[in-house]
């Protein structure tokens, strides 16, 4: 399967974002790792990582809180 990311806004709905493919995990993760933060500033709250249809993980892009 193909990996990629769908990103979300602040109310869960999910926003246009780049439609970027990978071939494993580890790659998919390398590009959010130098893209997160333009897409932050875009307005993506939430990445989701897709191997195919199935939902591998969500991560939030938001600043941790104290």
Do not use: H, K, N
């Not at 709905?13 to 970027?20: L, S, Y």
């Amino acid at each position: 399967m193909a990996w990629s990311w769908r990103y979300e806004g602040p109310d869960g709905t999910q926003v246009a974002g780049p439609t970027e493919t990978f071939s494993s995990q580890s790659d998919a993760e390398s590009w959010i790792g130098q893209t997160w933060r333009q897409l932050a500033d875009a307005g993506v709250t939430t990445v989701v990582l897709l191997d195919g249809d199935r939902v591998e993980y969500r991560m939030s892009l938001l600043p941790a809180t104290d």
